[in-house]
């Protein structure tokens, strides 16, 4: 696999809180998008780490195709 999969066509709104660490999907295949399950296994993909520098409302990529991993820039929306 060398494209990962559009997990969703919109960003997925996310509390985060400072200091802790959230694990975004990649691959796109993880049941608990938008955070890495382990189903990247197997593929060229790995989990991004993003650590919160405060809290706040992100919003992650769901469909996997952004430039700016691993928040959303709007790609979706030419999806």
Not at 18 to 42: T, V
Request: hydrophobic fraction near 25%.
């Amino acid at each position: 696999m060398s494209e990962p999969v559009i997990a969703a066509t919109e960003p997925f709104a996310v509390d985060v809180k400072e200091g802790k660490s959230y694990w975004w999907c990649a691959c796109g295949q993880s049941a608990k998008q938008p955070f890495c399950d382990g189903s990247h296994k197997d593929t060229d993909f790995e989990p991004l780490e993003y650590k919160a520098s405060k809290d706040r409302t992100v919003y992650f990529c769901g469909c996997k195709q952004t430039s700016k991993n691993p928040m959303c820039d709007g790609t979706h929306s030419k999806l």
